[in-house]
């Protein structure tokens, strides 16, 4: 038997971050501007990385990595809220709504991933610098990325195949500027246990596990670092970790809070700019990674 949406819903209506319309110009400059400087930002990464032998290292090739899915993550959800501001339109079919759910869900977890894959790098070339070159091979770097994808891939299929089973209302109207599964799961006129569990287990399994890796890469790096007797050594290792360390804590205090505050009297206009931090502003501040280490 196949997934069926039984009341034939065609769109849904994204209400964005303001209903104001003298705000709109605003918003569209604003947001045009930032999603301009994160894709040439990360761009100039990727051809950085790529053209200069000294940067054909494990760290750097994460980083182009990163610099990648940064790109794709917020290509998910600017340039529908920018065509919908343009035209005045606040529409998005329901097929589109499914397919930006599934790449915003697996960018997600891929960023996810990969700082937790740069956190064990850090990790390494710190605490194990002897050894570093040999253990971080290629094929081990090639390996993680990989297991990264596939992980990713899987928990974005799972949970937007579960969404062509729930069945919706009259209420099409989506209090954010892209289809964010918590809140289309609200609309739902069906019972969304299955969809919530999933979800909440999804989110605990892979952004707990991945919290947990990366405060104990850097507790082994704090311990490591503070060992260390020459001053220039530890201001080395620290600020090699510092933007790395930034970015980590926006993106999961923001994650964090929207996410567990869909549980209680959190307004949906407040998660939505809460929103913008994690899949706006994190990807934007990716390129601080190559200042900060050069």
């Not at 969809?195 to 890469?217: C, E, K, R, W």
């Amino acid at each position: 038997m196949e997934p069926v949406n039984d009341t034939q819903i065609s769109e849904f209506l994204l209400l964005g971050l303001s209903n104001e319309p003298e705000l709109q110009p605003l918003i569209y400059g604003l947001f045009l501007s930032t999603y301009l400087t994160t894709v040439f930002g990360n761009l100039l990464i990727i051809l950085a990385v790529s053209l200069d032998p000294h940067l054909h290292t494990p760290m750097y090739f994460f980083l182009s990595n990163l610099s990648f899915v940064d790109i794709c993550f917020i290509s998910t959800t600017i340039p529908k809220m920018l065509n919908n501001i343009q035209t005045q339109s606040k529409v998005i079919t329901y097929e589109v709504c499914i397919t930006q759910i599934y790449f915003f869900l697996f960018f997600a977890a891929l960023e996810n991933f990969l700082l937790t894959v740069m956190a064990y790098d850090r990790f390494m070339a710190i605490c194990q610098p002897l050894h570093y070159m040999v253990i971080m091979n290629s094929r081990l770097c090639g390996l993680l990325v990989l297991v990264s994808w596939v992980m990713s891939a899987l928990n974005s299929l799972s949970q937007s195949l579960m969404m062509l089973w729930l069945s919706f209302c009259t209420d099409v109207e989506i209090p954010h500027f892209f289809c964010e599964i918590n809140q289309v799961v609200r609309l739902a006129c069906s019972d969304t246990f299955l969809n919530d569990m999933v979800m909440y287990f999804a989110a605990g399994m892979l952004g707990g596990a991945s919290l947990t890796g990366i405060l104990y890469s850097y507790s082994k790096i704090v311990s490591s670092v503070r060992g260390m007797s020459s001053a220039h050594g530890k201001y080395k290792a620290f600020s090699t970790c510092a933007s790395h360390l930034s970015i980590v804590s926006l993106f999961y205090c923001t994650i964090l809070g929207v996410y567990l505050s869909s549980t209680g009297t959190y307004s949906s206009h407040s998660s939505a700019i809460a929103s913008v931090m994690y899949t706006v502003v994190t990807p934007m501040l990716n390129p601080l990674h190559l200042q900060s280490q050069k």
